[in-house]
């Protein structure tokens, strides 16, 4: 069964940086394509990063320039670099196996003024 684990949330003070990583099982992610998907309490989850199998990427405009999406295909690891970090950006990000879709966990990440 395809899984997904996400790892490296935690709280940070604006203006700083976290990488997050999703590591799978059942499925090598080298050859799906891959994103990042947020969700704030109270609102809807947004996608703000997608890596195809050919390296293509696309980011949200709010994230556009501060975050970057990548992957490590010996590891068999998606990556969601982020910088600049803003309060706005305090959510739970998921990683999501668009090809078999396939939602990770969560990690939540909160961003102190």
């Known amino acids: 069964q395809v899984q997904l684990v996400e790892s490296g949330g935690r709280l940070v003070q604006a203006g700083g940086s976290l990488r997050f990583s999703c590591t799978a099982s059942g499925s090598t992610l080298s050859i799906n394509p891959m994103a990042w998907h947020r969700q704030a309490t109270g609102k809807q989850r947004e996608k703000v990063a997608v890596?195809?199998?050919?390296?293509?990427?696309n980011y949200a405009e709010s994230v556009k320039d501060r975050y970057t999406i990548s992957r490590d295909n010996a590891k068999n690891t998606v990556y969601l670099q982020m910088n600049s970090l803003k309060p706005e950006d305090t959510a739970v990000y998921y990683c999501r196996d668009i090809r078999n879709g396939v939602w990770g966990p969560g990690t939540q990440v909160t961003v102190s003024s």
């Open positions: 890596l195809t199998s050919g390296g293509t990427t």
